[in-house]
């Protein structure tokens, strides 16, 4: 990242301490550390400080300011951090490296809302994000992108361009299909219409591609996680009983065809009171973790129920890119989780996540 001729008039420094005070760090997103591996240069500067250029392999841009706050800590000399994302392993499919499917069990616990705030999150997290809408039932990243009324378009008749919105690539099937269709819809129909969706829009190089499925675990959702060589599968539910026991079943189903369940999103955890501040859990506490302990995930994250969540969506703008709304570092947080969980399930097999208040 620095140019050669910094790297060699930087004077030289010593790296061990610096090395093993970023292996030191650690966040839910760093379970083991800022890896040696991850450093592509450390300078010292003529006033002392130092500048230290990173290579992430996962997204995790905004936790920089804390790693850095860090290192002054251990080190006792200003820090400043430079970090790029860089995922380095080949694309799992085409120009995309990573496909993560955003999963529920019954419709209205806010999956896509989940998925396209997600989205927006491991964005602003420095990644090249798309977003893809499968849900068939109910298409509906459209409107939360503000996109509704959009035509698709093309620059040579036969891939079709994604639609952009703030930085985000998006295609929906919602765009190409009336939605009264998908009523009469069976398996192998949507999951066709799920991989030419993806075959023919002209992605560009992604990170993340999200897809938003449709909710429930039938023959329609078991045939489409067939057709996708997804990295993995987040399940996002309600804390009552009903969304639960059907969250359930969609572990089940991504177990049976072996897509790894990164975890679960609790959403509308709780209902953070506009007087006092104090979470209040209209809708029951711990289920999430109950189920997540049983089958062995984690749960990535708590969402509370917020109306500036609702409003934001019903306006087609991304809560997730206002840093003054509070819920903005939550998605944030979510978005860093499972990006290093991909990362870590494929190259240090289990890590054991550890879960914070954020
Ligand atoms: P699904 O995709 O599961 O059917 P949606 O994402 O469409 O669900 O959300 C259903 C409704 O709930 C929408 O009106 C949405 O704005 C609202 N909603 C979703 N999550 C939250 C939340 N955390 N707080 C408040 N409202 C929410």
């Not at 004077?11 to 970023?22: D, N």
């Not at 820090?79 to 994302?85: L, P, T």
């Not at 509070?326 to 289990?350: C, D, E, F, K, W």
């Amino acid at each position: 990242m620095f140019g050669l001729s910094k790297l060699f008039s930087a004077k030289s420094v010593e790296k061990q301490p610096v090395i093993s005070a970023l292996s030191e760090y650690r966040s839910a997103a760093f379970a083991i550390g800022i890896e040696q591996h991850f450093i592509d240069a450390i300078v010292q500067n003529d006033d002392k400080s130092l500048t230290i250029s990173l290579n992430l392999p996962f997204a995790a841009q905004s936790e920089m300011q804390q790693v850095s706050e860090f290192l002054i800590e251990k080190l006792n000399v200003p820090v400043s951090i430079i970090a790029a994302v860089k995922i380095t392993e080949p694309a799992k499919y085409k120009t995309i490296k990573h496909i993560i499917l955003i999963a529920s069990g019954k419709g209205g616990v806010g999956k896509s809302t989940t998925a396209v705030n997600i989205a927006g999150a491991l964005k602003n997290e420095g990644a090249k994000v798309g977003i893809l809408d499968a849900d068939i039932y109910g298409p509906s990243i459209p409107m939360l992108l503000g996109l509704v009324g959009s035509k698709p378009t093309t620059k040579d008749n036969k891939l079709l361009q994604p639609f952009m919105s703030d930085g985000l690539k998006a295609q929906s099937i919602g765009f190409l299909v009336p939605s009264d269709d998908a009523t009469v819809w069976r398996g192998p129909m949507a999951s066709g219409a799920l991989t030419q969706l993806l075959n023919e829009t002209q992605w560009g190089e992604l990170d993340y591609l999200i897809v938003d499925m449709p909710p429930g675990t039938g023959d329609i959702q078991l045939t489409m996680s067939q057709k996708v060589p997804a990295s993995g599968t987040v399940i996002v539910t309600t804390p009552q009983d009903l969304a639960l026991a059907d969250a359930q079943k969609g572990i089940a189903m991504f177990n049976k065809v072996n897509v790894p369940v990164l975890g679960l999103i609790e959403n509308m955890s709780h209902f953070l009171c506009t007087h006092c501040g104090e979470p209040n859990h209209v809708f029951g506490k711990d289920g999430a973790e109950k189920l997540a302990h049983k089958h062995g995930v984690p749960v990535l994250s708590h969402i509370p129920l917020a109306i500036d969540i609702r409003e934001y969506s019903e306006q087609g703008k991304l809560i997730a890119n206002d840093i003054n709304a509070q819920v903005s570092q939550t998605y944030s947080a979510a978005a860093r989780l499972i990006a290093s969980t991909i990362y870590y399930q494929q190259h240090h097999n289990a890590v054991e996540i550890v879960i914070t208040e954020d």
